[in-house]
């Protein structure tokens, strides 16, 4: 079993940064698959990045690309998600989310378990 917390959301400037971690247990995640998607109200969620669960390849939504870096530390069993020039369209709700296989995908009905989630707030 896999329990994902995420940390970092909160309320910054338009063009500011934020850094959104993911804390895994269990030892299992370190050969899973992991991504981080996002939901706004009204909103279904979206996509936004995953990584294979060695780093290898890593995707990225075409709203994000340029702007934000997915990371994985396997020693501390997390994974990252750098945000910079951020923009009032990337507030929503941030998850994190592994699959129980190495590859990631971009749907999320593929992932099994899912962090709480993290709020992002980027004012104009």
């Known amino acids: 079993q896999v329990q994902l917390v995420e940390s970092g959301g909160g309320l910054v400037q338009t063009g500011g940064s934020l850094r959104l971690s993911c804390a895994a247990s269990?030892?299992?995640?370190?050969?899973?698959?992991a991504g981080w998607f996002r939901q706004a109200p009204g909103k279904e969620r979206e996509f936004v990045a995953s990584?294979?669960?060695?780093?290898?390849?890593?995707y990225y939504a075409d709203s994000v690309k340029g702007r934000f870096t997915i990371s994985r530390n396997s020693a501390k069993n997390t994974v990252d998600l750098q945000m910079n020039s951020l923009k009032p369209e990337d507030t929503a709700v941030y998850y994190c989310?592994?699959?129980?296989?190495?590859?990631?995908?971009?749907?999320?009905?593929?992932?099994?378990?899912w962090g709480q989630g993290t709020q992002v707030t980027v004012s104009s």
């Open positions: 990584i294979t669960w060695n780093g290898g390849a890593i």
């Open positions: 989310a592994a699959r129980r296989t190495t590859s990631p995908g971009t749907s999320a009905t593929r992932y099994d378990y």
């Open positions: 269990g030892r299992a995640f370190s050969r899973y698959a």
